[in-house]
């Protein structure tokens, strides 16, 4: 089992910036941020593949936000620029036994608590 605590969430001006924190506390091949708005689907945002480094991004969030890892404490990280009205939800960091198709929500065997990112015009 595989517990993941997630850290950094907040509320902040369109066009800034915020860096949210996974760390987990065993093993994972592949980690992963998705975000939920409400009334709306729990939708990827970006993952890693853990050994390699290898990342995937939404189209939405491409260029803006970057999913990076520390290996040696076990946390990954997702840094979050020029933040739009839309990004407003709250985000998610899960945790997978696979390497594949790590933007299906399915694929993904752990999930953290969530933390609530609030975007103000």
Known sequence: ??????????????????????????????MGWFRQAPGKEREFVAAI???????????????RFTISRDKD???AYLQMNS???????VYYCAASKTTLGLILRQNYDYWGQGT???VSS
Do not use: H, M, P
């Open 1 to 30: 089992q595989v517990q993941l605590v997630e850290s950094g969430g907040g509320l902040v001006q369109a066009g800034g910036s915020l860096r949210l924190s996974c760390a987990a506390s065993g093993r994972t091949f592949g």
């Open 49 to 63: 593949i853990w050994s390699a480094g290898r990342t995937y991004y939404a189209d939405s969030v491409k260029g």
């Open 73 to 75: 404490k076990n946390t």
């Open 83 to 89: 933040l739009k009205l839309e990004d407003t939800a």
């Open 116 to 118: 609530q990112v609030t």
